[in-house]
Each structure stands twice: as C-alpha cells, then as structure tokens.
C-alpha cells in the first residue's frame, strides 16, 4: 500500500479515506447478494484497469491499484476479452494488465463484454458528478497575525505535529489543510465555534503561516460534521460492512468537509446497498447527504 504525504488537507486521513483506499486496492470480487440480478440485461460503460494472473480469469478493477510491479488489484471477472484490444497491455511475473473503456453487461460478479475493449468513451456515456472537488482557499488575509515571519522551527515535522495535535483538539474542529499544498496551514471550525480563541491556542504552538475560519468563510452554508463526528461515520460504515465491502461492491468512502456531504463509491449502486449505507451513516448523515456514485454507467 502506498503512504500518505502531507499535502492538500490533513482531515482526509484521519477520517477513514485511507482505510477505504487500502481496501479498494485489494478487492477481488463484487458477489451477487446485493447485485443487480434483475438488470442483467442492462449495458453498462466504464473506464477501466484489466488485470490478468497467469492461469487465471482476466478481472475488472474500478477501484484502487496497488503501485507495484506488476499492478496489482482485482474486480470482477472479465468475459469476452482479447488482450489484442488493449494498446496498452503489458505482461510481466506472469501478470498482464492495461487499460481502457469497456461496455457490455453485469451480473454482480461477471462483466460480459458485448463488444472489443475501447480506448474511447461509448457513444451516449455521461460520467458521474465528481464528488468532493473544492479549492483549498486562504481562510484569511493576515496569515501572519500573531505569527513572526522570520521563526524558523528547529523541528518542522513536530511542530507541524503539535499544530495537528492542537487543532483536532479545538471545539468544532472540522479539518486543518494546506492551501498552497506545503505550508499555508488553514483550521476551519464548525460556524459555532470560537476562531478567535482557536486562533490564539494555535499560535501557543505554531508560529508560522496560519489561518482560521469556520465553515461559513469558505461560502458554505451546509451543516457541517465535525472531524471527530466524519470519523465516526467512516468507522461506523466500515463496521457496518465488515468483511462484506467487496462482496457488496464497495470501492472507497470519506466525507466532503466543505460540502457536509459523505461520498461513497461502488461499483454498481443498487437499493439494497443504499439502504445499508445510509443506515450506518443516519446518526451524522441525513440521507439526501450521502452521495453514492457507481463506477458502472449505464448506457442508452
């Protein structure tokens, strides 16, 4: 699995995305329990990563790919495929894998192909509404205020540290991140919360580039859950799917905490999946903020 450097936002970790992450890089399988057996017949786009092991079945991976070499990943079995249709293809260790767009149909644990692997979107596909896309604004115009421009930290990854270590600690801490992806730190809080007072705790600790706001200096109005309560609804999904996440087709989860949205990704959304999503979720998510997005789209 790979690491996660500090970059655009330190909130993403800490609330289950890497957890979810790691599990999609390892999925082997979408079982038929929750599948859409009725839809069968349905035709379906996406874009793709085709995996093969060497006297095994060719897989679909819509998910995570282990960096490694070969790739390694898994999904559904693969029916109708010639490696010839795939420019890109790449054998090594008994391993070909590459890439494209593929159509054909679903089972819940076979995709047919109905015709040769493309390197083009089909005719009629719509991709899904991204979900989470935002821009990592300054929360303020004085970042320096309280700070001294010219300290210099004898120790920036602890200090960093004890910035984190703080801020996770205020009330109504939703996320801290970066806005230039390296040291612009920002701490947004929940619309109740007392940024003056947050301000002055963190600058006991963090002299440098900092900013703090809450939730409505972004130009969001959304009900926004905390950090801890994000957390808590990625444990309890999590949980609640147990060793069932690739059998039910489920590829990567987190919150949007800009939006006050929590994202789920899966392979084919069907209601049974919804209903146990939004179940675990209903304590910190009312239903129309859980947004569920399959990697299967159907075609016309």
Known sequence: MRTVALTRTLAAVSVGTGLAAGLAGCATSVGAGDGPTDT???VYGARAFLIQAEGGEPELCLGGVAESYPPQCGGPV?????WDDVPDAETASGVTWGSGWVVGTFDGET????????QEPPEGYEAPEPGGDRDFQPLCDDPWRG????ATAADPMGAVGRLQE??????GYVELYVSDGASEFNVLLTPDADAEAAHASLREVWPGWLCVGTIEDTGSSSR????????????ALASAVGDDWAELGL??????TIGGTFDVQVVLETPDLRDRIELALAPWYSADRVRITSALVPLP
């Open 78 to 82: 693969v029916v109708g495929l010639d």
């Open 251 to 256: 590829l990567s989860w987190g919150p949007d």
């Open 224 to 235: 926004v859950p905390t950090n801890a309560e994000a957390m808590a609804a990625s444990e």
């Open 111 to 118: 995709f047919t192909l109905t015709e040769p692997v493309r």
């Open 166 to 171: 703080r801020a996770a600690a205020l009330p």
């Open 40 to 42: 069968a017949w349905i």
């Open 147 to 150: 700070g001294d421009e010219e």
